[in-house]
């Protein structure tokens, strides 16, 4: 897979050098560069910048600097990588633009974008990038612009250090055992079981027993009954989502005793739970 970044900070991407992410790199699963904006600008002062047309507070981002960047990035593409290849998003490379405005990025978002050809990152700063930008980019890229969460960040580096660990992590060979990839939160639409290593014993707290007895089944059980009692008190949000039609049948009752009914395939809250 082929990532791009653009950022005016390209120094906050250096942790992508580092851990699975820069072995990726070393080991050619991963190439992925970095884009300092400001070297697509034409002015002395190097501007990315100006005031809000409306007014208003903060700036904006200018843009023909980021046009330059993403046009030289989208054909760079093209030399390096030679014709675009079976890409779900119809051979043109996808522009992830960071955003508390964009669309939530979650684990099946990482799934789906693991499996393009090329990904290029606009970080956004200030109050934003140029509205225009996005709609020019269509013709060049698949838009979409993406948020973390429900909170604000100053920009959208660190979300890309998220966004790019996420994905890159699924590509195949990047992480060694991708048996853990099956079992982990979010995998299967609920939160991961609690896990524990050595000692048994640790200061006055033991490990649960059944993961000590040796029986295979009844620990597969209990953990996925941690996942749901854990899914239940953290995130009731998910179990709103979750497929209940595929559960063994026996689980119908652990989920009773959570105060959820299973219901045409789907788990409803009962109202005196
Ligand atoms: N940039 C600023 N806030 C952000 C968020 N919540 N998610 C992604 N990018 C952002």
Redesign the pocket.
Known sequence: MRIDVVSIFPEYLAPLELSLIGKARQDGLLDLRVHDLREFTTDRHRTVDDTPYGGGAGMVMKPEPWAQALTAVAAGRSEDAGAPGASGSAGKPVLIV???A?ERFTQATAHELAEEDQLVFAC?RYEGIDERVLEWAADHFTVRP????D??????EV?VLAMVEAIGRLLPGVVGNPESLVEESHSDGLLEYPVYTKPSSWRDRDVPAVLLSGNHGKIAQWRRHEQYRRTAERRPDLLVEFDAGKLPRADGAAFADLGYDVVDGHLVRRPDA
């Open positions: 960071p955003s508390p964009g956004g993406m948020s973390l969460g909170y604000v960040l100053n920009g959208g979300a």
